[in-house]
C-alpha cells in the first residue's frame, strides 16, 4: 500500500531478487571510482575494465575484451578510442590476422593503470572482509556457472 507521497510499506519486489541485489553490488562497488577516480583521471568505468583485460592479457584483441569483461561491441570499441585518444593504448597489427588488432596498455596506461589498480585492491579486499574463503569460492563456482548459463542462451553472432 502507498501513501500521498509514494512511500511504500512492505517489501518491494525487488527485495528478494537474486539478480537485483546482483546489479546493486556492482553498483555499489562502481559507486566509488565513479565519484573519485573516473573524475580525477579521466576515466570512465567502460575504459578501466578494458584495462584491466589489457593489463592481464596483453596482446589480446577487442573481441577477447567483449568475452572478458561481457560488455558489449559498441561498448568496448568506444572505450577503446578514448584510452586511444588519452594515449593509453597502443594497436599493433596482428601477423596471424591483418583484420585483427593486438592491443596493450602504453606506458602512461600501465602507469595509470598501476595508480588505480591498487585501491581497486582494496576495494575488493574491503568488499571480500567479512566473507570467508570457502564462501568466496562457493560464489565463485555459482558466479561461473551463471556466466556459462547466460553465455550459453545467446544467440549465435553471425
Known amino acids: ?10 517489501p518491494l519486489p525487488i527485495d528478494g531478487s537474486l539478480f537485483f541485489k546482483l546489479v546493486r553490488v556492482v553498483n555499489l562497488t562502481a559507486r566509488p571510482f ?18 584491466v583485460v589489457l593489463a592481464s592479457r596483453p596482446g589480446v584483441a577487442a573481441t577477447d575484451i567483449v568475452e572478458a569483461t561481457g560488455l558489449d561491441k559498441m561498448s568496448v570499441s568506444r572505450a577503446l578510442a ?21 592491443l596493450t596498455l602504453s606506458p602512461a596506461g ?19 572482509a567479512g566473507v570467508t574463503t570457502a564462501e568466496q569460492a562457493q560464489m565463485g563456482r555459482t558466479l561461473d556457472r551463471l556466466i556459462a548459463a547466460l553465455r550459453a542462451s545467446e544467440p549465435e553472432q553471425a
Do not use: C
Open 110 to 128: 600501465q602507469a595509470l593503470y598501476r595508480r588505480i589498480g591498487a585501491s581497486a585492491t582494496v576495494r575488493e579486499a574491503q568488499l571480500f
Open 1 to 10: 500500500m502507498t501513501s500521498g507521497r509514494g512511500a511504500r510499506s512492505g
Open 34 to 51: 565513479v565519484e573519485t577516480l573516473s573524475r580525477a583521471h579521466r576515466l570512465s568505468l567502460n575504459e578501466w575494465r578494458s584495462m
Open 82 to 102: 578514448a584510452l586511444a585518444r588519452q594515449g593509453r593504448l597502443l594497436k599493433q597489427a596482428d601477423p596471424a590476422d591483418a583484420r585483427r588488432a593486438r
